[in-house]
Nanobody, 123 residues
Framework: QVQLVESGGGLVQAGGSLRLSCAAS????????MGWLRQTPGKERDFVAA????????VYADFVKGRFTISRDNAKNTVYLQMNSLKPEDTAVYYC????????????????WGQGTQVTVSS
C-alpha cells in the first residue's frame, strides 16, 4: 500500500485559490491512479477528481469542472489539486486517494487515503 499525506488546505475568501498537495511514500506511486475526494460533516465522501498513473487521463466531478485541475509529478511522488474560483460550498475536508484506475477512484473512492486537509471558503 501507499501512504499519503495531504497539505495546502486553509482559509480563503470566495473567488480565491488554493493548491493542495499529496505526498506519497513507496516506490510504486507511479503505478497508481490518484484522486481527490472531499467530505463535510454528516455527509458521505464525494469524488472530486482523479488522474491516471501516467497523467494522461483526468476525470472531474461536474461541480468542479473548469475550476479545479488535478496533476501529478511521479518524480516527486506527489499529486496536486489546483482549486480556483472557490465557493463557500467547496468547504470540506479534502482527502487524497490511491487506487488502480480513475474509474475505481470515482466509483468506490479509492483504496488508500491520507488524513485529510481542511479547506474553508468564506463568503
Amino acid at each position: 500500500q501507499v501512504q499519503l499525506v495531504e497539505s495546502g488546505g486553509g482559509l480563503v475568501q470566495a473567488g480565491g485559490s488554493l493548491r493542495l498537495s499529496c505526498a506519497a511514500s513507496g516506490r510504486t506511486f507511479s503505478t497508481y491512479a490518484m484522486g481527490w475526494l472531499r467530505q463535510t460533516p454528516g455527509k458521505e465522501r464525494d469524488f472530486v477528481a482523479a488522474i491516471s498513473w501516467n497523467g494522461i487521463t483526468t476525470v472531474y466531478a461536474d461541480f468542479v469542472k473548469g475550476r479545479f485541475t488535478i496533476s501529478r509529478d511521479n518524480a516527486k511522488n506527489t499529486v496536486y489539486l489546483q482549486m480556483n474560483s472557490l465557493k463557500p460550498e467547496d468547504t470540506a475536508v479534502y482527502y487524497c486517494a490511491a487506487d488502480e484506475t480513475t474509474t475505481t477512484i470515482r466509483r468506490r473512492g479509492g483504496r488508500s487515503w491520507g488524513q485529510g486537509t481542511q479547506v474553508t471558503v468564506s463568503s
